[in-house]
């Protein structure tokens, strides 16, 4: 494995092994929320966490990393290739940023948003069980979103 911008890769013949790293000081918390079924793999873990980091603008980098996932979990499963490009897509001002050679900066920067994801898993589920604190983490999302509807529903009709 050649460790390149912080991702393993491994080339072989014409194709790439890419892994996604998990950070090491999140695993036992990742082992917690998987054990007790409230995510069913660590690779639908690490998308949710990565899309809650990015919700909070702040990308978490780290160095020591526990087992990574291997990149075909991901691509296996609809949705997740697509997530890891977003992220991308909405950070970078660069076409070319979502091109296959630049998938391993993707990849890195999917695994800081992850980490920022974790990180405010851990400090909600320091003050409550890790199950309230998703409900409350859902609930205070869904109630946001409702209120910017309700405020363009306003600004709307004030128009008229």
Same mark, same amino acid.
């Given at each position: ?23 090491? +000081? ?11 079924? *409230?995510?069913?793999?660590?690779? +639908? *873990? ?53 091109? /296959? ?19 405010? *898993? ?6 409550? /069980? #890790?199950?309230?604190?998703? #409900?409350?983490?859902?609930?205070? #999302? ?12 306003? #600004? ?5």
């Amino acid at each position: 494995m050649t460790k390149v911008t912080g991702t393993d890769v491994s080339r072989g013949g014409r194709s790439a092994a890419y892994r996604v790293r998990r950070p090491k +000081d999140k695993a036992e918390l990742m082992e917690e929320l998987t054990k007790n079924n *409230l995510f069913a793999s660590y690779r +639908d *873990l690490l998308g949710f966490a990565a899309a809650l980091g990015w919700s909070l603008g702040k990308p978490e980098p780290f160095d020591q990393t526990a087992e990574p996932v291997a990149w075909e979990v991901f691509t296996n499963h609809p949705g997740n290739e697509a997530l890891v490009d977003m992220l991308t897509a909405v950070q970078v001002d660069d076409a070319d940023a979502l091109s /296959s050679e630049r998938l391993i900066e993707r990849i890195q920067r999917f695994e800081e948003y992850a980490n920022a994801g974790l990180k405010a *898993l851990a400090q909600m589920s320091s003050a409550d /069980s #890790t199950l309230d604190a998703l #409900t409350r983490l859902i609930i205070d #999302t869904e109630v946001r979103e409702q209120a910017g509807d309700l405020d363009a529903l306003i #600004t709307e009709l004030s128009g008229l």
